[in-house]
């Protein structure tokens, strides 16, 4: 399968610990987008790597949060001392980039905080 | 104000209907207008890009009005596999800002 690819699909953690979610992008894509999803609601922005520099952050992503791309190819997504409210779909997507408009989803990691 | 809005629904439709869903966008700076359909607990896919002139893939037909910053899709003789939610996406224009802002989504269940 050579789409984007994320893990892992399912977490259930207790409040307090912290989870780290990995995405590999399609191998020629420079850009990698994370994006959160809560029921009812689309997607919504968190961050933006173009190869491994992070190049926008998003004001949902508080401190806790924090996303690498050492590399510029796969990327990590660290949440620090979850919290109920970080229940989410966390969804990872990638674009070849320079006028490539369109970009491509992983099917996403789910996480449960209880 | 939401940067994309759009009508939660859900749009209940019969097999074979016309339905069509509006979205607006706030940031007169966007340029790059989307509709991605997602299906229940799955990933957002691309269903089409929305051009100025508008644009026809099969089935659906897609609208933009930049002056009322509007959107619209529009999807003939509906067919089961048409339930799903549809998110209206928008690009913006400005420097630095490479993602895609998505709406809430529109849900539609088509029923036989």
């Known amino acids: 399968d050579t789409g984007v690819s994320q893990d892992p699909r399912h977490k259930i953690t207790k409040r307090g610990q912290n989870v780290t979610f990995r995405c590999d992008p399609i191998s020629e894509h420079n850009r990698l987008y994370w994006y959160r999803q809560t029921l009812g609601q689309g997607p919504e922005f968190l961050t933006y790597f173009q190869n491994e520099a992070q190049l926008e952050k998003s004001r949902l992503l508080s401190d806790r949060f924090s996303a690498e791309r050492p590399k510029g190819s796969f990327s990590t997504l660290e949440i620090q001392r979850t919290e109920q409210g970080d229940s989410a779909m966390y969804l990872c997507?990638?674009?070849?980039?320079?006028?490539?408009?369109?970009?491509?989803f992983g099917e996403g990691s789910w996480l449960t905080v209880v | 104000r939401k940067e994309v809005e759009q009508d939660p629904g859900p749009f209940n439709v019969p097999e074979g209907a016309t339905v069509a869903f509006n979205c607006t966008y706030s940031n007169s700076a966007s340029q790059s207008f989307f509709w991605y359909r997602q299906d229940c607990r799955k990933e957002p896919k691309l269903l089409m890009s929305v051009y100025s002139s508008g644009n026809e893939d099969g089935r659906f037909t897609a609208q933009l009005n930049r002056a009322s910053q509007y959107i619209s899709l529009l999807i003939r003789d509906s067919k089961l596999s048409d339930s799903a939610t549809y998110l209206c996406?928008?690009?913006?224009?400005?420097?630095?800002?490479?993602?895609?802002?998505f709406g809430s989504g529109t849900r539609l269940q088509v029923q036989p």
């Open positions: 996406v928008v690009k913006s224009g400005n420097t630095g800002r490479r993602a895609l802002t």
């Open positions: 997507a990638s674009s070849l980039g320079v006028g490539e408009n369109t970009i491509y």
